[in-house]
C-alpha cells in the first residue's frame, strides 16, 4: 500500500495568512515511476468526439479548462493538478471492503477522474459533482502502474478552490463527499468521513446491506467503518498537527517545510506540489509550485501562474512514443520505455551525486527563496505585469537545470 497514493494537505482561513487557500501534496507511487509535469491549454472539442482516457474511451465535452498537471507519464490522468479558475485537487489510494477482482476490468483510473474534474469544472463543488457523475457512469477500475503485476484501488480526492475545499472518498461506485468549514484537513491511504457529508451515492445504503456490511439496526452509515479496509493515518497525523501548532500563519514556506518533513517523508515520493489560492474577490494570481522530480528533500518547487500567453518548457515533459507507446498497444505493459524527461535525468544524476551535494542544494534552494519573497511582495500589494509571468515556470526549471550541469 505504502508504494501509492500519499498525502494531501489544505488549510483554509483563518488558519493561513493573507486569507489564501493553501493545498500540498506528496505523490507516492513506484520507486523509480517518472512523473511529468504538464500544461495544456483551454481548447475547444468538436460536437459527439471522443476522450481516450488511460484504457477506456468516454464523450468529450464542448470546451475544457486549461490545466498544470503532475501526473505518471505513462497514463492519461494526473495524481494532482490544477486549472485556470484555481480549482486544485489531489489524490490518494484507499483499500476498501469493495475492492476485489472485478476492480482489474479496466475503466476510470481515479487519475482519470481527477483530470476530467480539472478539465470541466470553475468550482470546488462542480469538481465534486464532475467526480461523482463520471464514476456514476463508467465506475473506476484497472491497473495502477505501469506493470503486468496488477495493483487496484479505490479513490479519495481532496479538492479546493480560491473560496473553498471539499474532500470526496469513493468504494467502487460509492461516494461521499463533505464541504469544509475552515482550519487544515488532510486525507491519505484510509478514510476520514464518518457520518455527515453534504452529498452521497444514491445507492450507499443498498450497497452497504447487500455486501452485509450494513444493517438498518446499526444506525446511520458510517463510511470510514462501514467501507474502509486499513490504511495508515499516521503520516497524515503528523501533518495534521504540525499545520495546527502553526495555524494562523500558514504560508507556502511552512507548506513546503511540511512535504518535507521527516514524518511525511517515503522512499517513493516521485512527484511533490503546493498550491497557493489568492481569495476569489482578489485580483492576486494563484500561484501553482511543482517539483518534477523525486523527494521533496532533494528537489526545488518551481512555480506555475495560468496566463493568456504561457511559454511551458518540454523538459518536464516525457518522451511520446506515439503507437509504438505499451499503453496504446498492449494494455497489460509487457514492454517498458524510458519515459524519463531531461529535468529527471539531470534531477537524478544530482541525486546519485556525492560530495558537493549539500551546498549544491543549498543553492538550487536560494533560486526558491527568491521566489517565495516575491510572492510575498505580491500577495502584500506589489504591482506584478502579466507578460513577465508567461515563462515563470520555464525559467525556473531552465535555472535548475544549470545548476546541475
Known sequence: MSAFGGDSFVALPPSTKHGVILFAKNSCRPVGEVQEVVFFP????????????????IDQVCSTNAVFLSKPAWMWGAEMGS??????????AVRTKLLGQRDKTERLLGHDLL?????????????????????DKHGQGGNWQESVDYAVFHSSFLVADRSAAWVLET???????????????????????????????????????SESLWQPGDGEIN????????????????????????????????????????????????????????????????FHFASGTPNPSKSVFKPFIFTATVNFPMHTVSPDFGPEDPVRT????????????????????????????????????????????????VLGGCEIVESDLTGFFNDCVETEIKFYL
Not at 258 to 283: A, E, F, Q, W
Open 42 to 57: 483551454r481548447r475547444k472539442h468538436s460536437p459527439g468526439s471522443k476522450l481516450q482516457c488511460t484504457y477506456i474511451e
Open 171 to 209: 468504494a467502487g461506485q460509492l461516494w461521499a463527499a463533505k464541504k469544509l468549514d475552515g482550519g487544515v484537513y488532510g486525507i491519505t491511504s484510509s478514510f476520514t468521513l464518518d457520518t455527515t457529508f453534504d452529498t452521497v451515492s444514491d445507492k450507499l445504503q443498498d450497497v452497504a446491506l
Open 223 to 286: 463510511f470510514q467503518q462501514v467501507f474502509c479496509d486499513g490504511g495508515d493515518k499516521s503520516r497524515l497525523l503528523s501533518g495534521m498537527k504540525l499545520l495546527e501548532e502553526k495555524s494562523g500563519s500558514l504560508d507556502l514556506s511552512i507548506m513546503f517545510e511540511l512535504l518535507r518533513s521527516p514524518s511525511l517523508m517515503m522512499p517513493n515520493i516521485t512527484g511533490s506540489m503546493v498550491c497557493l489560492l489568492s481569495p476569489s474577490d482578489s485580483k492576486l494570481p494563484c
Open 115 to 135: 483530470r476530467l474534474a480539472l478539465e470541466r469544472a470553475s468550482t470546488s463543488k462542480e469538481a465534486v459533482e464532475v467526480i461523482s457523475t463520471a464514476l
Open 83 to 92: 486549472n485556470e479558475h484555481g480549482v486544485c485537487i489531489g489524490l490518494s
Open 330 to 377: 498492449n494494455p497489460r505493459f509487457q514492454k517498458q520505455v524510458d519515459r524519463r524527461h531531461s529535468l529527471y535525468k539531470h534531477h537524478e544524476n544530482f541525486r546519485k551525486s556525492q560530495g558537493s551535494e549539500g551546498e549544491l542544494m543549498k543553492t538550487i534552494l536560494g533560486m526558491e527563496k527568491e521566489v517565495l519573497t516575491g510572492v510575498k511582495e
